[in-house]
């Protein structure tokens, strides 16, 4: 069964910081391009980040730019987001997401575009 799990999430501060981890059980997670995705209370989904297989793109949106950090760790597979300089308006659902094509700075943030979703993990950054 494929599955895409995210953890690290929970109650922070404001101005503080927060990983998220993301990893893949039943194929490899190397083989793919990840995405993260946020959403808040009646609110869609928006895209918040996209990492390439090789690490070589990443593309931020631009509520996060310059305080979201995108990596990956290819001994374990594992694909981290950094958050830092956290406010209220980045308390969401975040969802870690995989697609095999190789994403473009125009269609990165496009949601069909990806295969694979994780459940979702809740970060909550209080005043």
């Known amino acids: 069964q494929v599955q895409l799990v995210e953890s690290g999430g929970g109650l922070v501060q404001l101005g503080g910081s927060l990983r998220l981890s993301c990893a893949a059980a039943g194929f490899e997670l190397d083989a793919y391009g990840i995405g993260w995705f946020r959403q808040a209370p009646g609110k869609g989904r928006e895209p918040v980040s996209y990492?390439?297989?090789?690490?070589?793109?990443?593309y931020y949106g631009d509520p996060v730019k310059g305080r979201f950090t995108n990596s990956r760790d290819t001994t374990t597979s594992v694909i981290y987001l950094q958050m830092d300089m956290l406010k209220s308006e980045d308390t969401a659902i975040y969802y870690c997401t995989a697609r095999t094509s190789l994403a473009e700075r125009s269609d990165w943030a496009g949601k069909d575009r990806y295969e694979f979703w994780g459940q979702g993990i809740q970060v909550t950054v209080s005043s």
């Open positions: 990492i390439s297989k090789s690490a070589g793109r990443k």
